[in-house]
Structure formats: structure tokens, C-alpha cells
């Protein structure tokens, strides 16, 4: 069973950075997909980055490169994984929950859709203020 449990987020003024973290248990193989979305109150759920199942790392246009994704493995288990999301420049726009989502296989244009993922955290809460 995978876990996902993101933590990091918190309140920053604008242009400021933060640093999510996911961190992923149950992860069997190296073909898992992960990524990172957010939700901000009366919207849908968006994709904002992810490294798919084939290791290819895909961004949301609208974010113009302000967000980076990487990821770590823990070296004393193959099960344990850490996602990172690096967001800076942020702007009240990006006030949302932010959610890791992790998939045994997630490949092409659908890697940054909801739809293609089966598991995910709770979310961390990221406000900026103006």
C-alpha cells in the first residue's frame, strides 16, 4: 500500500519561496509515477508538475518555470521515496492545498491530469499574502 504524506507548506509574502516535501512509502519500483498538484477554494484540482513512469519530468505551462520537482530515494530502503517540490517567486495566486499523487504507471500527456493517479496525501496548506 502506498503512502503519501506531504508536509512543508505554510505562509510566505509574495516573491517569497517554500519547499514541499512528499514523503512516499510503498513505492515497489522505479516506474512509479509521482506528481504535484493544487487546489485553491472553487476550482479544480490542477496539475503543476510530475516525474512519470519513464522518468520524464513535466511542468504546467503556466507556471514559467517559478516551481522545480525532484525526488530522492532513501538508500537503506527501496520502498521509501521523497518528492520535492522547490516553488519560488511565489504570488497569492498560488495560495491552495498541495497535494502528492504517486501511480504504479502514468506515462504522456495525461501525467498531470487527476484522472491518472490513484494515490494521494492529505495535502499542505501554502498561503501568500500580498
Known amino acids: 500500500q502506498v503512502r503519501l504524506q506531504e508536509s512543508g507548506g505554510g505562509s510566505v509574502q509574495t516573491g517569497g519561496s517554500l519547499r514541499l516535501s512528499c514523503a512516499a512509502s510503498g513505492i515497489l519500483n522505479d516506474f512509479f509515477a509521482m506528481a504535484w498538484f493544487r487546489q485553491s477554494p472553487g476550482r479544480e484540482r490542477e496539475g503543476l508538475a510530475c516525474i512519470d513512469s519513464q522518468g520524464e519530468i513535466k511542468y504546467a505551462e503556466f507556471l514559467k518555470g517559478r516551481f522545480t520537482i525532484s525526488q530522492a530515494r532513501d538508500e537503506k530502503t527501496l520502498y521509501q521515496k521523497t518528492l520535492y517540490l522547490q516553488m519560488n517567486n511565489l504570488t497569492p495566486d498560488d495560495t491552495a492545498i498541495y497535494y502528492c499523487?504517486?501511480?504504479?504507471?502514468?506515462?504522456?500527456?495525461?501525467?498531470?491530469?487527476?484522472?491518472?493517479?490513484?494515490?494521494w496525501g492529505r495535502g499542505t496548506q501554502v498561503t501568500v499574502s500580498s
Open positions: 499523487a504517486a501511480d504504479p504507471w502514468v506515462t504522456g500527456a495525461k501525467a498531470l491530469t487527476t484522472t491518472a493517479y490513484g494515490d
